[in-house]
Nanobody
């Protein structure tokens, strides 16, 4: 079982910055891909950014050039730096991680509890 604990959400004025963190803990062999998703009120959950264990990244078009995803494999932690926040970035942000429970077993997917990010105009 893996627990994902997020922190760093909040409310900032448009143009401001926030940094989200998500730490994975529990019993697992390794953490593969990690990522951040968001869900605005009335919308479906959507991918914001993802990062592989090796550090390759991908971003949703609306956040390219403004958000940066990174990770610390030694700490099993993924970060999301949000710069130049816009009101349309307002959403609950969820951490996602794929873990290998034991060598040779299939990966499992886990979600964090979510953290609110608000960009006020």
């Amino acid at each position: 079982q893996v627990q994902l604990v997020e922190s760093g959400g909040g409310s900032v004025q448009a143009g401001g910055s926030l940094r989200l963190s998500c730490a994975a803990s529990g019993r697992f062999f390794a953490i593969n891909g990690m990522g951040w998703y968001r869900q605005a009120l009335g919308n479906q959950r959507e991918l914001v950014a993802g990062i592989t264990r090796g550090g390759s990244t991908n971003y949703a078009d609306p956040v390219k050039g403004r958000f940066t995803i990174s990770r610390d494999n030694a700490k099993n932690t993924v970060y999301l730096q949000l710069n130049s926040l816009k009101p349309e970035d307002t959403a609950v942000y969820y951490c996602n991680a794929e873990s290998i429970p034991r060598l040779g077993l299939p990966p499992r997917n886990y979600w964090g509890q979510g953290t609110q990010v608000t960009g006020s105009s």
